[in-house]
């Protein structure tokens, strides 16, 4: 790895890579909001006595009876738990059915099509997404599906973009910024949606999201392009900076996938071993966050919507800090980008793990619990700079693609996890509690060993142009 261009030799704040971060940030933002937007209208759209169980509840989102208060209006509709697991659960199914294919595409036909195209889909499904509730169950979640593959596409084809635009010793800080929008808009929606309802109805929760996704799509297509050089906005500076930064990087001269070599890469089996683990413990803390609190500390937690969000808050700070910090440590040269990226895995695995294996023990206290409970999420977002974003090191021809994989790795473990857990807990709360944490930090240890064994950081020969093969 080239370590010699310096970020200084670029415009930084006012650069207009960090303006692409920014408006992959509001993409991002506008997406997970979409995301969960059911998940806190449907506390108005149902009949209080079908409310979904937490063992049902999407990692979309909070479960309902931690917005119940800000139920507005009378009941719409008739909707089992059952019912609406199902529909909960369709948007997730969606993704992962684009998740690979997407990232493929991406690199094939260009990420800013089709990125934008599934923002754009994404944003006027949520705007259609009352209607489609009036017409039948079947029709919303069909849309919710293809919601779903929508945002799939989104999502992954987003590294295709960082392989052309981030240069080396800038790729931590740039695609933290990008990623860090998950986090704010999921305390954004948290804290705000019970209010639209209150306020204005639920479905306004739709119309002001899908529209503020759509206004994303507009900038989206001004600002975004594939490639630096055919940008007509960017300085020269800032264009023989990012070229030369990637000079070494090797070109995409053919477009085949070498599956064969990729499935045999350790580096890469550490890479996904990674996501599973990572998002087997986040997906847990998401869905069953006000669960715990009110079952374990018997506190009801529907009074501060706020206390809910506070995670987020941790996880987008750490994001964007863990980024900033892993890129100053390689411009700086004080690490090797390898062991940059294995400390970051070891701290965004390991603290996580430490404070849930805390958590049973510290049961009686509630400010001790809520501090471990937001630290899980915050010291876990710390890996957005060690083997997340490490796909982008060993093979950036093929950087969304593999992304594609790893996160449905991801979601995986978090449809494994939430079932384990809502089993776990079914049996006995204060020891399945203990048992679920136990085994989340054992799943984490776990993939951590995995990546520190088998990670690295140069670009895999199979990931050479001159070097591959087709199946």
């Not at 800090?321 to 695995?349: I, M, P």
């Not at 001790?368 to 021809?397: E, K, M, Q, W, Y």
Request: hydrophobic content about 50%.
């Amino acid at each position: 790895m080239d370590k010699k261009p310096s970020p200084r030799k670029g415009p930084h704040l006012c650069s207009l890579r960090c303006g692409l971060a920014v408006v992959m940030h509001l993409s991002n933002l506008a997406m997970i909001t979409q995301r969960v937007s059911l998940s806190i209208a449907v506390i108005a759209m149902v009949n209080g006595t079908g409310q979904p169980a937490a063992a049902n509840a999407s990692a979309d989102g909070p479960p309902a009876d931690a917005l119940q208060d800000l139920r507005a209006g009378s009941s719409v509709y008739e909707w089992s738990p059952e019912t609406q697991s199902i529909i909960f659960s369709s948007i997730s199914y969606g993704i992962i059915l684009t998740l690979v294919p997407s990232g493929y595409l991406a690199g094939i036909f260009g990420a800013k099509q089709m990125l934008g195209a599934g923002l754009l889909i994404s944003s006027l499904l949520t705007l259609f997404t009352p209607w489609a509730a009036d017409l039948g169950v079947t029709l919303l979640v069909v849309v919710r599906t293809v919601q779903g593959m929508a945002q799939g596409m989104a999502w992954t084809g987003q590294f295709t973009i960082w392989a052309k635009w981030a240069p080396p010793l800038e790729r931590s800080k740039l695609t933290s910024i990008a990623g860090s929008g998950a986090a704010c808009g999921s305390f954004i929606i948290l804290c705000v949606g019970g209010l639209i309802s209150q306020a204005l109805g639920w479905p306004f929760i739709f119309y002001i999201f899908g529209g503020i996704g759509c206004a994303c799509c507009l900038l989206w297509f001004a600002v975004i392009y594939d490639d630096p050089v055919r940008h007509p906005c960017i300085s020269v500076r800032e264009k023989d900076h990012i070229v030369s930064s990637l000079a070494q990087q090797p070109a995409a001269c053919r477009r085949s996938a070498p599956l064969k070599a990729m499935a045999r890469c350790l580096p890469l089996w550490a890479i996904f071993t990674g996501f599973f683990s990572h998002f087997w413990l986040c997906s847990i803390i998401v869905t069953y966050l006000p669960t715990y609190i009110h079952s374990v500390l018997h506190v009801n937690i529907r009074e501060s919507g706020v206390l809910s969000s506070l995670p987020f808050i941790a996880a987008s700070t750490c994001t964007i800090l863990g980024g900033q910090l892993a890129d100053f440590l390689l411009s700086r040269n004080l690490l090797r980008l390898v062991t940059v990226r294995k400390l970051f895995s070891a701290l965004g695995l390991l603290l996580p793990s430490l404070c849930a294996v805390a958590l049973p023990f510290v049961a009686s206290s509630y400010v001790t619990t809520i501090v471990l409970l937001i630290l899980i999420p915050g010291t876990s977002n710390l890996c957005d700079a060690g083997f997340i974003v490490n796909s982008l090191d060993i093979a950036p021809r093929h950087a969304s693609f593999l992304m594609g994989i790893a996160r449905g790795f991801g979601l995986v473990a978090g449809i494994v996890s939430s079932t384990t857990t809502g089993f776990l807990i079914s049996q006995d709360s204060v020891s399945g509690w203990r048992n679920v944490f136990f085994l989340s930090a054992g799943v984490n240890v776990f993939g951590l060993l995995f990546y520190l064994a088998f990670g690295q950081a140069e670009i895999q020969d199979w990931a050479k142009g001159r070097r591959l093969t087709r199946l």
